[in-house]
């Protein structure tokens, strides 16, 4: 089991609020949460004002199911660096006996693992990762590179915790930058500035900061040390519920690590860089409920006009 981390008491107060006016649904597990109406609103809002935002790039749409090819996170080195939040997708082969000895354990809650088979599929980790292979099947890239647009999808990390702000699963609203390496660094500083405007205009007090991965075990200590005096991952961070403001937003510059995995070049032969940005969709939402109130006809008309404009 992975460790459970309990929420701080206002964390817990905070949540309490959320299921108590169903814009969160409680279920038997902590960081799953179905979403009411007007959460799952917010959460569209959020994501249109993102569509707007990135709209004079004109990105191609691309979208994917919330799950991956395993060999695709073998591949990225998803299991070294970030082991403790992995999901996998097992499912039964078996005979009938195994069958009924399974169904027979199920009904005890005792664990039937032993007839679960590895599959090939495991939970998408980060929106952005069925982009790179897709991107690099098609050869090499056009002059001046390609801006992905990946929609807000469903991704899995595996850190059951009583923060309502730290889920298992929730959407990461992403855009996928692959080009020239100048060229992916101007534009994830654009974003990066662009974005710290756009949480203020809905009335967020974000900050920005420079950031590292929570990466695994001692080496990805030295990882983690590495990617902040390079300065490879920026978060926009905004106070919700946790004694410390809490990540709504990363921008992150990966160099050549999904170019070389994939093979992914430039127009000429020369390996592309990559950059990714990532929307914390249902953090947006709550750092929003947290800064205006459960009831949104109630948000101030400025706030309101930003996200509810056309
Ligand atoms: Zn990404």
Partial sequence: MADYRPGTPDQAAFLAELLDRRLLIQTSVAGLYGRGADFEEVCGRV????????A???PEQLRFPPLLPRRDLESVGYL???????????AFEGSEGQAAEQFDRACRHEDWSEFQSMTELVLTPAACYPVYPAIAARGELPAGGVTVDAGSAYVFRHEPSGDPARMQMFHQREIVRIGEPDAVVAWRDVWRDRTTSLLREVGLDAELAVATDPFF??????????????????????QIAGPEPTAVASFNYHQDHFASVYGIELAGGAEAHTACLGFGVER???????????EIEAW????RGQLWRV
Wanted: net charge positive; charged share 20%.
């Fill in 300 to 303: 101030p008309q400025e706030v």
């Fill in 284 to 294: 947006i939402a709550l750092a929003l409920f947290r800064a205006h109130g459960l």
């Fill in 217 to 238: 075990g001692r080496a990805g200590r030295m990882l983690a040390a590495s990617q902040r005096e390079q300065e490879l991952k920026f978060e926009v961070v905004v």
């Fill in 80 to 90: 070294k660096t970030f082991p403790h939040l992995a999901g996998s997708i097992f």
């Fill in 47 to 54: 994501g249109d004002m993102v569509t707007r935002a990135g």
């Fill in 56 to 58: 004079p790039e004109q």
